[in-house]
């Protein structure tokens, strides 16, 4: 695996890369970055050039300052640009997570440098704005850490006193039923090194602020034609198996699997599952 830096977009986006073939970018979500990808990169690349990059704002990316540089169609930009900046015309790509609604406004705006879609526990855009708009307090209720991080500067505050404490208590709190914590002290180091650099945190809650400003004239929609997989994790404690519902009404060609023994980090609970569905969605 190696790592690399490339200017995309106007800004610096920092990844990591390792394999041959077919390009495929993973996209991670917060509170992770590329090391998100950790148990899928080494299996995917036996077949795939695989590309992880930290997204804007996180880790050694560009922390570009303003809420307004954090707009959805903003980061799609920079994964359409980081695209064609790899030498490439079109990509497989997977998002979980926030990189999952990257992944899907990508889809929308970019088609045509998206060969293959691939989301992990994230619903389409259009579906987490009706939730959070129309009553749905079930989600509300899930969601009550969006309306938090609304707050200026109190979320920084409250996460960056304790990294250790905040990421530790993030990957047991949403662990599904059953399982235990695999999750190492020396993979918890890694997300504590990565959060402390600065600027990082009000960046990553700026995903959160930009979206949650621009919500009512959000515009994400239109049907995707290119193949597309959802992966879900039922005991996901973010966001309600219910959003997942009406996914067909964006897609022409759609596969839904859902795992009810994974929660929200469904590619953490259940790498086995999610690294053969993966393969198996990007070589049909």
């Given at each position: 695996m190696t790592q690399h830096f490339i200017t995309v977009n106007g800004i610096r986006l920092h990844y990591v890369e390792e394999g041959q073939g077919e390009l495929v970018i993973l996209l991670h979500g917060f509170p992770e970055f590329w090391y998100g990808w950790r148990k899928q990169i080494p299996v995917l690349s036996k077949k795939y050039r695989v590309v992880a990059p930290d997204m804007?704002?996180?880790?050694?990316?560009?922390?570009?300052?303003?809420?307004?540089?954090y707009k959805i169609e903003i980061l799609a930009s920079d994964i359409a640009a980081l695209v064609k900046a790899l030498g490439e015309e079109q990509a497989?790509?997977?998002g979980h997570d926030w990189g999952g609604a990257v992944a899907w406004a990508v889809a929308t705006l970019h088609p045509q440098v998206v060969k293959k879609l691939a989301v992990l526990n994230i619903c389409h855009p259009s579906e987490m704005?009706?939730?959070?708009?129309?009553?749905n307090l079930a989600q509300w209720k899930k969601s009550y850490y969006i309306f938090l991080f609304q707050l200026p500067r109190l979320p920084e505050r409250f996460i960056g006193k304790d990294l250790k404490g905040f990421f530790t208590k993030a990957?047991?709190?949403?662990?599904?039923?059953?399982?235990a914590s695999t999750i190492t002290s020396e993979e918890i180091a890694k997300y504590v090194e990565a959060y402390s650099q600065p600027g990082m945190l009000t960046a990553a809650i700026n995903y959160y602020r930009a979206t949650f400003r621009q919500l009512g004239s959000m515009h994400i929609s239109g049907k995707l034609t290119m193949p597309v997989l959802m992966i879900w994790g039922e005991q996901d404690h973010a966001l309600?198996?219910?959003?997942?519902?009406?996914?067909k009404n964006y897609c022409?060609?759609?596969?839904?699997?859902?795992?009810?023994t994974s929660g929200h980090f469904i590619q953490h609970d259940n790498p086995e599952l999610v690294n053969g569905k993966l393969l198996e969605f990007f070589e049909k």
């Amino acid at each position: 695996m190696t790592q690399h830096f490339i200017t995309v977009n106007g800004i610096r986006l920092h990844y990591v890369e390792e394999g041959q073939g077919e390009l495929v970018i993973l996209l991670h979500g917060f509170p992770e970055f590329w090391y998100g990808w950790r148990k899928q990169i080494p299996v995917l690349s036996k077949k795939y050039r695989v590309v992880a990059p930290d997204m804007r704002g996180y880790n050694l990316s560009d922390k570009p300052k303003g809420i307004q540089n954090y707009k959805i169609e903003i980061l799609a930009s920079d994964i359409a640009a980081l695209v064609k900046a790899l030498g490439e015309e079109q990509a497989i790509i997977a998002g979980h997570d926030w990189g999952g609604a990257v992944a899907w406004a990508v889809a929308t705006l970019h088609p045509q440098v998206v060969k293959k879609l691939a989301v992990l526990n994230i619903c389409h855009p259009s579906e987490m704005k009706k939730a959070l708009m129309g009553f749905n307090l079930a989600q509300w209720k899930k969601s009550y850490y969006i309306f938090l991080f609304q707050l200026p500067r109190l979320p920084e505050r409250f996460i960056g006193k304790d990294l250790k404490g905040f990421f530790t208590k993030a990957f047991t709190t949403f662990l599904p039923k059953g399982k235990a914590s695999t999750i190492t002290s020396e993979e918890i180091a890694k997300y504590v090194e990565a959060y402390s650099q600065p600027g990082m945190l009000t960046a990553a809650i700026n995903y959160y602020r930009a979206t949650f400003r621009q919500l009512g004239s959000m515009h994400i929609s239109g049907k995707l034609t290119m193949p597309v997989l959802m992966i879900w994790g039922e005991q996901d404690h973010a966001l309600g198996k219910e959003l997942t519902y009406n996914t067909k009404n964006y897609c022409t060609d759609l596969e839904l699997i859902y795992d009810p023994t994974s929660g929200h980090f469904i590619q953490h609970d259940n790498p086995e599952l999610v690294n053969g569905k993966l393969l198996e969605f990007f070589e049909k």
